[in-house]
């Protein structure tokens, strides 16, 4: 008796790992459409702002920016209500959007699966190969770079000192061929200016429960 409960509960802890490994950022999070600064219940807070004016819930928006033969999904800042919303595509220019924003929402029992690690350009590799979580994808940005075509994995990440406190949820870059800006983080500022970030936090969603 003891022996074929000792059985299922091994069978139990199997399937229960291999549902593990299936599990995929879709099952905790999707992103839905930021219509006329209008946010989704289950819209996911990832800060406030400190100052001007403070307290302002900030949300992770995702921007599918065309440019010539310029293409990219990008990730950055929606301050609660406020349109537009601000990317920027080569990390000088920022263009703002009112319209095809989607914002990150949360899906299921997410709550406690989705949370930020500290990393650097130097360790963020190593949040790609963790077997606790992984890093949310954003999509990809296509373009050219000193004469160089890429086609970078975007992940989303935030700077630990934003613009007035603000503007901290930008863009990683996976696999860019510039080492300065590969596994580095670019956020768009609230007025118009690129921060750049070595050390940021990362978004993640949990691979155990
Ligand atoms: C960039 O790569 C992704 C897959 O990694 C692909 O789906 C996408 O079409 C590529 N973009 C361009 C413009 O080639
Ligand atoms: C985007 O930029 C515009 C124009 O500079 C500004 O009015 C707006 O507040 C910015 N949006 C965000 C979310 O920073």
Known sequence: MVFYICKTLILVAILHQAAAGRRKQEDFLEWRDYIDGKLPDTSIVVGRTSTFPGGIPI???LVHVEDGPNEGYLPTNIIGG??????SLDDETIISFDKNVKI???KGHYTTRIFWVQTSQSTFPSVLESDQYRPVFAGWQFGEDNKVTFNSSIYVGKGTEGQFGANFVGKIYQNHPDPLKNNRLYSPGWYSTVTKFDTFDSLVWSLVI
């Open 59 to 61: 949300y992770v928006g």
């Open 82 to 87: 406020v349109i537009p919303v601000n990317v």
């Open 104 to 106: 990150l929402c949360g």
